[in-house]
């Protein structure tokens, strides 16, 4: 019994690595090398144990299960743990909020994008936090501040605690858990990242489908501060022992290498994966700077359409279980190009994808700016679409342009303009509806925007002129 205790806290003790060591200067045969578990955990340059690299082939030759399938679904519950804090996990709040504080939609929208754009500047720092500290502590650390959040928003009592509410949320849920998730599998994945990724992000279009309709019955059941401490529950008991007790910060920790590979298949695809640019290095390429664009418009469009949902839908004459179905739509379609995105990211060149996806956005917006009331609930599944392939390239293409060395402090740069965009959106939506007679001015705004972003994206070609997709080899 006292045996089995020690190896239990070993075990659990060595999920929690030291810190990583200082980034060494390598030469261009030199690289990051995973075959030694204990010298890649801690970041270490250097020599390999053959022995253990070959013991390691021969286990997952023998048929041991790749661990990174179990990391998956934990990855998947991580983002869909952050709808607390993105604009659909508040979409069905924003009537309360505004009753309870005697709130317009304008000041609302204002108080959201302020909080919004704060949240945007931590980022990067957050970013580098976790590269310092490691994935699953930083994991672990951000559920139990948005399980706080949650009962402190509970506990709101005006418009100042109400924002610092938004400010939190929307650094812990689509800032901080959502670079983790995504991180964790660029962890564990590497030819099959678009794979994991399209999986992962299904998991989050069906939270996009089913997360409103349960909010909105803990709303109707408990009033909505009621339902923010059922979530707050929801969190502690379900998402953080999994995370406390399942979740491995590296495939080296339990002896394995990316994609459940052979050592010996892992040694000609690390030299191209392990790298990675600095934040200044990423800076001088052009498809960052596309891909930054890309992502911002993305979460302008898409923030703007989701706060706005029921305000759209009411304007041209429907009701509120239309804009209900609308996310619904949109859900399905995002799933499926999810799935369908994660096959093609793995094979084609990612400016192509791009170009589609924004090009798309644009599509949805002139769907809408015509004021059409057929075309709402079509408009909101195509935008899907386009959901759906931009969070395959936002979780592959960083990685993968710019490698994973320092891919949290990119990472976090990326959501710095995802969120600075989202901050934008629900407020240019606002200020139409309420003093332009109408959304139309701002949703052809958006149309015109997308369109252009979407040319830039021809440009937007992998740093080295490399543009092949991993398995297009």
Known sequence: M?????????????DFPPFPSPALPMSTTEVLDESTPALAAEGVVGATSEHGADSVARDQAAGKLFYGWLMLPLAMLMMIATSPG????FSFFNAKFCEAFALSQTKLSATYLLATVLASVALPYIGALTDRHGLRRSSLVTVVALVGVCVFISQAQ???????????????????????ANNTLARWFDRRLGMASGMMQVAMAGANAFVPAVMVLLIEAFGWRGAYLSIASILAVSLLPLLFFAYRESPA?????????????HEQSSRLSVRGLTLDEARRHASFWIMLAATATWAMIGTGFVFHLEAIFLSQGLDKGTSTRAMTYMATAMATAQLLGGILADRIALRWLIVTAVGIIAMSSSMLA????DLLLPAFAVYGIAQGLMSIIASTGWARYFGRAHLGKIRGVSLTAAIAGSSL???????????LGGFAPSLWLFAAIAGVTAVAGFWATAPGG???APNDE
């Open 370 to 373: 015509l004021g059409i009331a």
């Open 253 to 265: 920790i339990v002896g394995q290498f990316p994609d459940g590979d052979s050592h010996a298949h």
């Open 425 to 435: 959106g629900p407020l240019l939506l606002a200020v139409s509806g309420d003093y």
């Open 86 to 89: 993105q604009t659909f996990g």
């Open 466 to 468: 490399n543009d092949e």
């Open 158 to 180: 005006g418009i100042v605690t109400l924002f610092l509410s938004f400010l939190m949320f929307r650094i812990l849920g689509p800032g901080t858990l959502v670079l983790l």
């Open 2 to 14: 006292h045996s089995d205790a020690v190896r239990l806290y070993y075990s659990l003790a060595s």
